[in-house]
Protein backbone atom coordinates (compact mmCIF):
# COMPACT_ATOMS: atom_id res chain seq x y z
CA UNK A 1 0.00 0.00 0.00
CA UNK A 2 1.16 3.19 -1.47
CA UNK A 3 1.93 5.60 2.03
CA UNK A 4 3.56 7.60 4.10
CA UNK A 5 4.81 6.53 7.74
CA UNK A 6 5.50 8.65 10.56
CA UNK A 7 6.39 7.96 13.73
CA UNK A 8 5.58 8.56 16.69
CA UNK A 9 2.25 9.87 16.29
CA UNK A 10 1.72 11.23 20.08
CA UNK A 11 4.87 12.80 22.29
CA UNK A 12 5.40 14.68 25.00
CA UNK A 13 8.40 16.05 26.12
CA UNK A 14 10.43 18.77 27.74
CA UNK A 15 12.03 21.55 26.91
CA UNK A 16 15.84 21.12 25.42
CA UNK A 17 15.38 17.23 25.22
CA UNK A 18 16.46 16.76 21.63
CA UNK A 19 13.90 14.95 19.74
CA UNK A 20 13.21 13.35 16.05
CA UNK A 21 10.05 12.49 14.12
CA UNK A 22 11.06 10.21 11.60
CA UNK A 23 8.96 10.02 8.29
CA UNK A 24 8.99 7.14 5.54
CA UNK A 25 7.49 7.07 1.86
CA UNK A 26 7.23 3.65 -0.51
CA UNK A 27 6.36 5.65 -3.71
CA UNK A 28 9.63 6.65 -4.48
CA UNK A 29 8.64 10.08 -4.57
CA UNK A 30 11.61 13.20 -5.07
CA UNK A 31 9.74 15.63 -2.75
CA UNK A 32 9.09 15.53 0.75
CA UNK A 33 8.14 18.30 3.11
CA UNK A 34 7.40 18.96 6.86
CA UNK A 35 4.38 21.04 8.24
CA UNK A 36 2.98 22.14 11.12
CA UNK A 37 -0.47 22.66 11.92
CA UNK A 38 -1.88 25.07 14.46
CA UNK A 39 -5.35 26.53 14.70
CA UNK A 40 -6.02 29.58 13.25
CA UNK A 41 -2.80 29.23 11.00
CA UNK A 42 -3.59 26.57 9.12
CA UNK A 43 -0.72 24.38 7.35
CA UNK A 44 2.77 26.00 7.06
CA UNK A 45 6.04 24.43 5.99
CA UNK A 46 8.66 24.17 7.42
CA UNK A 47 11.21 22.24 5.36
CA UNK A 48 11.16 20.22 2.13
CA UNK A 49 13.32 18.45 -0.15
CA UNK A 50 13.78 18.22 -3.82
CA UNK A 51 16.06 15.14 -3.77
CA UNK A 52 18.72 13.52 -2.14
CA UNK A 53 20.80 15.63 -0.18
CA UNK A 54 18.79 18.76 -1.14
CA UNK A 55 16.86 20.37 1.24
CA UNK A 56 15.33 23.65 1.63
CA UNK A 57 13.74 26.43 4.44
CA UNK A 58 10.01 26.48 4.12
CA UNK A 59 7.87 29.33 5.70
CA UNK A 60 8.90 28.59 9.59
CA UNK A 61 11.92 26.97 9.43
CA UNK A 62 13.58 28.17 13.41
CA UNK A 63 14.14 25.10 15.74
CA UNK A 64 13.89 22.89 12.98
CA UNK A 65 16.27 20.75 10.94
CA UNK A 66 16.01 17.97 8.28
CA UNK A 67 18.44 15.55 6.92
CA UNK A 68 17.62 13.43 3.41
CA UNK A 69 20.19 11.07 3.12
CA UNK A 70 17.92 8.28 1.48
CA UNK A 71 15.30 9.19 -0.93
CA UNK A 72 12.54 7.46 0.97
CA UNK A 73 13.47 8.83 4.77
CA UNK A 74 13.11 12.69 5.57
CA UNK A 75 13.30 13.21 9.70
CA UNK A 76 12.63 16.43 11.50
CA UNK A 77 15.09 17.07 14.12
CA UNK A 78 14.27 19.40 17.04
CA UNK A 79 17.55 20.06 18.68
CA UNK A 80 15.94 21.58 21.72
CA UNK A 81 12.34 21.76 21.73
CA UNK A 82 10.32 24.94 23.12
CA UNK A 83 6.86 24.86 23.78
CA UNK A 84 6.00 27.39 21.27
CA UNK A 85 6.86 24.34 19.04
CA UNK A 86 4.19 22.26 20.52
CA UNK A 87 1.95 21.29 17.45
CA UNK A 88 0.67 19.11 14.96
CA UNK A 89 3.58 18.06 12.16
CA UNK A 90 3.03 16.40 9.34
CA UNK A 91 4.91 14.69 6.30
CA UNK A 92 4.59 14.58 3.12
CA UNK A 93 5.83 13.16 -0.17
CA UNK A 94 4.45 14.10 -3.59
CA UNK A 95 5.45 13.51 -7.18
CA UNK A 96 5.10 15.64 -10.12
CA UNK A 97 3.42 15.08 -13.52
CA UNK A 98 2.40 16.69 -16.28
CA UNK A 99 -0.96 17.84 -14.69
CA UNK A 100 0.64 18.95 -11.86
CA UNK A 101 2.13 18.27 -8.00
CA UNK A 102 -0.12 15.90 -5.49
CA UNK A 103 0.91 15.71 -1.80
CA UNK A 104 0.35 12.45 0.29
CA UNK A 105 0.32 13.07 3.39
CA UNK A 106 1.17 11.03 7.12
CA UNK A 107 -0.68 10.17 10.00
CA UNK A 108 0.29 13.72 11.70
CA UNK A 109 2.27 13.74 15.04
CA UNK A 110 0.52 15.49 17.64
CA UNK A 111 3.90 17.25 19.91
CA UNK A 112 3.31 18.51 23.27
CA UNK A 113 6.35 20.44 24.69
CA UNK A 114 6.34 21.10 28.09
CA UNK B 1 2.69 38.61 -0.72
CA UNK B 2 1.24 35.42 -1.55
CA UNK B 3 -1.75 35.29 -0.26
CA UNK B 4 -4.06 31.87 -0.24
CA UNK B 5 -7.93 33.20 1.66
CA UNK B 6 -10.44 30.67 2.35
CA UNK B 7 -13.50 31.15 4.59
CA UNK B 8 -12.53 30.44 8.39
CA UNK B 9 -15.99 30.45 9.70
CA UNK B 10 -17.64 26.97 9.63
CA UNK B 11 -20.05 26.34 6.85
CA UNK B 12 -22.99 24.69 7.86
CA UNK B 13 -25.40 23.23 5.45
CA UNK B 14 -28.33 20.51 5.44
CA UNK B 15 -28.20 17.43 4.00
CA UNK B 16 -29.17 17.08 0.52
CA UNK B 17 -28.07 20.88 -0.31
CA UNK B 18 -24.89 21.64 -2.20
CA UNK B 19 -22.00 23.01 -0.37
CA UNK B 20 -20.16 25.76 -1.75
CA UNK B 21 -16.29 26.82 -0.75
CA UNK B 22 -14.37 29.69 -1.78
CA UNK B 23 -10.57 29.63 -2.43
CA UNK B 24 -9.34 33.40 -3.32
CA UNK B 25 -5.37 34.11 -4.46
CA UNK B 26 -3.52 36.96 -4.67
CA UNK B 27 0.19 38.01 -6.50
CA UNK B 28 0.34 34.07 -7.76
CA UNK B 29 -0.39 33.13 -11.60
CA UNK B 30 0.02 29.32 -10.72
CA UNK B 31 -0.49 26.87 -13.37
CA UNK B 32 -2.88 24.69 -11.23
CA UNK B 33 -4.76 24.93 -8.24
CA UNK B 34 -5.73 21.90 -5.74
CA UNK B 35 -8.58 20.75 -2.96
CA UNK B 36 -7.58 18.29 -0.28
CA UNK B 37 -10.41 17.27 2.19
CA UNK B 38 -8.70 17.33 5.85
CA UNK B 39 -10.46 15.23 8.86
CA UNK B 40 -9.36 16.68 12.65
CA UNK B 41 -6.04 14.88 13.98
CA UNK B 42 -5.38 13.36 10.45
CA UNK B 43 -3.53 14.56 6.92
CA UNK B 44 -5.13 16.34 3.99
CA UNK B 45 -6.04 13.86 1.53
CA UNK B 46 -6.03 14.78 -2.33
CA UNK B 47 -9.43 15.30 -4.17
CA UNK B 48 -9.08 17.17 -7.22
CA UNK B 49 -6.61 19.36 -9.64
CA UNK B 50 -7.55 21.66 -12.32
CA UNK B 51 -5.23 23.29 -14.56
CA UNK B 52 -5.41 27.06 -15.04
CA UNK B 53 -6.34 26.39 -18.70
CA UNK B 54 -9.73 23.93 -17.37
CA UNK B 55 -12.67 26.28 -16.27
CA UNK B 56 -14.62 23.17 -14.41
CA UNK B 57 -13.84 19.84 -13.40
CA UNK B 58 -15.64 17.09 -11.97
CA UNK B 59 -15.29 13.93 -10.37
CA UNK B 60 -18.60 12.21 -8.39
CA UNK B 61 -20.37 14.92 -6.27
CA UNK B 62 -17.67 17.37 -6.53
CA UNK B 63 -17.34 20.21 -8.97
CA UNK B 64 -14.17 22.96 -8.89
CA UNK B 65 -14.24 26.03 -10.91
CA UNK B 66 -10.90 28.20 -12.06
CA UNK B 67 -11.21 31.28 -12.88
CA UNK B 68 -7.76 32.87 -13.26
CA UNK B 69 -9.04 36.56 -14.07
CA UNK B 70 -11.03 37.07 -10.67
CA UNK B 71 -8.41 34.34 -8.74
CA UNK B 72 -10.55 32.84 -7.31
CA UNK B 73 -11.86 28.56 -7.40
CA UNK B 74 -15.03 27.46 -6.19
CA UNK B 75 -14.93 24.01 -4.50
CA UNK B 76 -18.70 22.56 -4.77
CA UNK B 77 -20.41 19.25 -3.19
CA UNK B 78 -23.86 18.59 -4.40
CA UNK B 79 -26.01 16.46 -2.51
CA UNK B 80 -24.27 16.76 0.47
CA UNK B 81 -23.81 13.99 3.01
CA UNK B 82 -23.19 13.94 6.88
CA UNK B 83 -20.06 11.91 5.99
CA UNK B 84 -18.63 15.21 4.03
CA UNK B 85 -18.07 17.04 6.96
CA UNK B 86 -14.49 17.76 6.92
CA UNK B 87 -11.84 20.38 6.20
CA UNK B 88 -11.23 21.66 2.96
CA UNK B 89 -8.24 23.19 1.95
CA UNK B 90 -7.03 24.67 -1.56
CA UNK B 91 -3.58 24.53 -2.80
CA UNK B 92 -1.25 26.52 -5.18
CA UNK B 93 2.12 25.65 -6.31
CA UNK B 94 4.30 29.14 -5.68
CA UNK B 95 7.18 28.19 -6.91
CA UNK B 96 8.60 24.96 -8.27
CA UNK B 97 6.76 22.07 -7.01
CA UNK B 98 6.52 22.52 -3.55
CA UNK B 99 2.49 23.40 -2.25
CA UNK B 100 1.63 26.46 -0.16
CA UNK B 101 -1.81 25.43 1.42
CA UNK B 102 -4.54 28.02 2.18
CA UNK B 103 -6.16 27.85 5.89
CA UNK B 104 -9.30 25.29 5.30
CA UNK B 105 -13.02 26.09 5.55
CA UNK B 106 -14.51 23.40 7.84
CA UNK B 107 -18.04 22.03 6.44
CA UNK B 108 -20.74 20.52 8.84
CA UNK B 109 -23.50 18.68 6.86
CA UNK B 110 -26.41 18.82 9.49
CA UNK B 111 -28.82 15.57 8.92
Known amino acids: EAQVTQNPRYLITVTGKKLTVTCSQN?????MSWYRQDPGLGLRQIYYSMNVEVTDKGDVPEGYKVSRKEKRNFPLILESPSPNQTSLYFCASSFTSTSGTEAFFGQGTRLTVV | SQKIEQNSEALNIQEGKTATLTCNYT??????LQWYRQDPGRGPVFLLL?????KEKRKERLKVTFDTTLKQSLFHITASQPADSATYLC??????????FGGGTRLMVKP
Open chain 2, 50 to 54: IRENE
Open chain 1, 27 to 31: MNHEY
Open chain 2, 91 to 100: ALPPAGNMLT
Open chain 2, 27 to 32: NYSPAY
